[in-house]
């Protein structure tokens, strides 16, 4: 499992490095990139009880 | 000067015949063309048949050239045997490097179990035909009829015991399966009270899920049985044989429940027939490399 893309509304959670941290507030903007994102790169999303959420890829 | 004789007699090469008659018979009846598509059809059927037959011919010739005192018989058998191994080698190679793209992976153990069974089955052929010409030598009758009707019983004796013998057991053997509640909790996807995955944080995905997704809950029939049904290549084999025989739409998941030992098998099927889903799990083998046999033994 590999983790692609970390997305939060909370700019202190964003930390460089990999994967790849964005801040995205606004959740209409983050659901389109989300659903591009995940039929794109065949991800899954996972939303954690914070609200944020985190594309993961499985491995073979 | 003495002429030393080459042309077989007619009743050597028709014991030899009847032998690799039904050596080939022995692996005709041990395809098996079904939703699990291994072998494929035709050209696999195709190639099966034709290791078959080879394996049968060298079976059916080791007693006639033991007889005349050629030896070299043996090391033929012993021939066989190796190749038999590369050829499960071979559907070893060849189902690893088409398993990432399908629609949920065999997994090693299954690739494994498979590959194993396409070698025993090519054993069964070679001693069909051997042990049908040894029969076919003890009776030493020079009757076509009779050495027919003895090879016929004789094989199909034979094709039976082997296959019997080793034949596996199904999913369906060792748990009851029915399908459980889906319940998707915000980006978590719950079965039966089961938490299976978080991986649902796209609405799409959580509609899409709770539309069409199936979730087979299995319960092992017994304590002992929750070894092999919670091991992960048992699961990835029942994942795969749903998956292969009605397709997913991306979304797969398994999951064991630790304190009763249910399993959860969730996806979302291209086909949405429940009746044939739960026929194909409830068929799926055994794997041998998981099979658990009670304690102690």
Known sequence: MEIILYITDCPNRVITGHPLALNMPNDAERQTLLEMLAETLEASVIQIKNGDHIIVRRNG | ?297
């Open chain 2, 1 to 297: 000067m003495e002429v030393i004789s080459t042309v077989i007699p007619t009743i050597t090469l028709i014991r030899t015949l009847l032998g690799i008659l039904m050596g080939t018979v022995a692996r005709f009846v041990t395809i098996r063309i079904d939703s699990r598509q291994v072998p494929s059809y035709p050209i696999g059927y195709f190639i099966n048949l034709v290791t078959g037959f080879f394996a049968a011919s060298l079976g059916s010739v080791a007693i006639p050239a033991l007889l005349s005192n050629d030896f070299a018989a043996v090391t033929f058998l012993m021939l066989a045997v190796q190749h038999f191994r590369d050829i499960r080698k071979q559907i070893q190679e060849s189902l690893e490097n088409i398993d990432p793209v399908g629609f949920a992976p065999r997994g090693s153990a299954y690739i494994d179990g498979i590959s194993k069974t396409f070698e025993a089955r090519n054993y069964i052929c070679l001693l069909t035909s051997l042990g049908t010409v040894l029969v076919l030598y003890l009776i030493m009758s020079e009757s076509i009829w009779i050495n027919a009707a003895a090879a016929l019983i004789a094989g199909s004796a034979l094709i039976w015991c082997m296959i019997h013998f080793t034949k596996g057991k199904c999913i369906g053997d060792i748990c009851t399966l029915h399908y459980g509640n889906i319940d998707v909790r915000d980006s978590e996807l719950y079965v039966d009270g089961i938490w299976v995955t978080c991986m649902l944080g796209l609405k799409k995905r959580q509609q899409l899920f709770m539309e069409q997704g199936v979730a087979l809950v299995a319960t092992p029939k017994s304590e002992n049985q929750r070894l092999t049904l919670e091991n992960d290549g048992q699961r990835a084999a029942i994942l795969h044989d749903a998956a292969r025989s009605f397709g997913t739409k991306e979304l797969w998941f398994t999951k064991r429940s630790f304190p009763d030992g249910r399993i959860v098998i969730a996806f979302v099927p291209i086909i949405n027939d429940k009746e044939k889903i739960i026929t194909a799990v409830r068929n799926t083998p055994i794997l041998e490399s998981v099979r658990k046999r009670s304690p102690g033994r």
